[in-house]
């Protein structure tokens, strides 16, 4: 961003020579961002990055059919390449009846992020400053008794203003900004080394927590490590730790999507209105947090962000939908269209938050008895169809309610269908994520270990 660019001419320009190139419709988005990026390792400045970049998509329509074109170039005849570009493109484009831009009554009357405060108005730290952060957190990694080496530390900042114009009269923007700090910490010497992580992301750099603090985290995550071992086979109860947690909730909205519905390529088709979670839990889109990630004014085609409740009280009220899905099912879009320069409209949540439960983390590993309780997971065998579910997991084992000793090459296995109806939720989840999803135990998965 070092030479400030007018992204409402641009766009305009875009959506002009569109027109002139034969488009019927069209729409443009334009991504002006920049980051800063620092890694120390061994009190060593490892890597330092800067990176500074303003891209632009246009997606042309040409009766019903589409075809999108991006680039960076701003010269006039190159915005005139790329719509003749994209016109051509969409002529030998497959039909698609479901395509077309939102009609003008339905747009969005909100067309900036004023009220959701996602922008730190200080000053971004230099990137001397950022690399004295890194190797605070390494050193307080490395203070952590047990602790050999550490693998990573990394701080970094990025700010980025998103723009998004289209033929129907749609014209909207904001900015965003993401303050980052991580450690990885190893523990432990030769085959028996351990590693674990800690790191947050906030909007305004004074949310993160300390250097000190995330350094620390990860060294005792790491120490925490030391000694792992597979479990038995067999079925347990299986608590997933709030870090992890999130990623069932991920898997049910995966098969709320509305590409997957109107493919008929998700276990969830059909359960409209149906049983989907527990009783008394329910999962919550909230677009409008302010100063969460996750929150944005419009979708990507420039309609209102709906959000309200994707399960209620357990049972299944909506799908995720973009303008092309909708119609496909014959529905209206729930405002859920996400857009990147690269690509069209798809749909995709905003934030999420699931039912708290009454119960601590802790009184969930006491209530489990004997079964695993789970802090990181690796891969996935995720069938769309049927739920089937299959993840590498380390963690900790649980006896008689407590941690005995860490685990970890298992495999997890059940059926996404009757596991999210098992749920049990803690009160545990942070308030500062996009999605808020607490612990959650699990009954009766199949572990695959020793």
């Given amino acids: 961003m070092t030479e400030p660019v007018d992204l409402p001419a641009l766009a305009e320009n875009l959506l002009d020579v569109a027109k002139r190139a034969g488009a019927d419709a069209a729409d443009v988005i334009v991504v002006d961002a920049a980051s800063t990026s620092v890694g120390v390792r061994a009190g060593q400045l490892e890597e330092a990055e800067r990176a500074e970049s303003l891209e632009y998509g246009l997606r042309v329509l040409v009766g019903p059919r589409q075809a999108i074109v991006s680039a960076s170039d701003q010269r006039v005849a190159t915005l005139a390449e790329v719509a003749e570009r994209a016109v051509a493109m969409a002529r030998l484009a497959p039909e698609d009846a ?45 203070a952590v008794e047990g602790v050999s080496q550490v693998q990573s530390a990394s701080v970094g900042v990025m700010r980025k203003h998103v723009f998004l114009a289209a ?55 790491a120490v925490e490590r030391l000694g792992s071992r597979k479990p038995p086979t067999g079925a347990f109860p299986v608590l997933y730790d709030e870090r992890v947690a999130s990623s069932l909730v991920g898997h049910l909205l995966a098969a709320v999507n509305g590409t997957a519905i109107s493919r008929g390529a998700s276990w969830l088709r059909g359960s409209m209105g149906a049983e989907v979670l527990p009783s008394g839990m329910s999962v919550l889109e909230e677009p409008a947090r302010p100063r969460i990630a996750g929150s944005r004014p419009f979708d990507g085609e420039g309609l209102p962000c709906i959000g309200g409740p994707i399960v209620d009280d357990g049972v299944l009220t909506r799908w995720l939908l973009d303008l092309g899905t909708a119609r496909k099912l014959g529905l209206a879009s729930t405002g859920n269209a996400a857009r990147g320069v690269g690509g ?44 089937d579910y299959s993840r590498g997991a380390s963690g900790f084992w649980v006896e008689n309610g407590e941690i005995t000793h860490p685990v970890s090459e298992c495999t997890i296995a059940g059926n996404l269908n009757g596991m999210l109806k098992s749920l049990i939720a803690a009160n545990d ?3 500062h994520l996009s999605r808020v999803v607490p612990s959650l135990l699990v009954e009766g998965l199949t572990i695959a270990g020793a």
């Fill in 98 to 142: 479901s395509l077309g831009l939102a009609d003008t009554a339905s747009l969005s009357a909100v067309r900036d992020a004023s009220a959701l405060d996602l922008v730190d108005p200080d000053p971004d730290p230099t990137a001397a400053e950022l690399e004295e952060i890194a190797r605070i957190a390494e050193s307080h990694a490395l």
């Fill in 167 to 221: 033929s129907n009269g749609f014209v909207g923007s904001y900015s965003r900004s993401s303050h980052g700090l991580s450690a990885v910490a190893i523990a432990g010497e030769g085959l028996g080394m351990e590693r674990d992580y800690f790191g947050e992301s906030r909007i305004h750099r004074h949310d993160l927590p300390s250097a000190e603090e995330v350094g620390r985290m990860a060294g005792e995550r």
């Fill in 344 to 387: 069209p409209p798809s749909p995709s949540p905003s934030n999420i938050a699931l039912t708290p439960g009454r119960f601590s983390r802790e009184d969930l590993i006491a209530q489990m008895g004997t079964g695993l309780f789970v802090t990181s997971m690796i891969g996935a065998s995720i069938n769309p169809n049927t739920g």
């Fill in 429 to 431: 989840g942070r308030a």
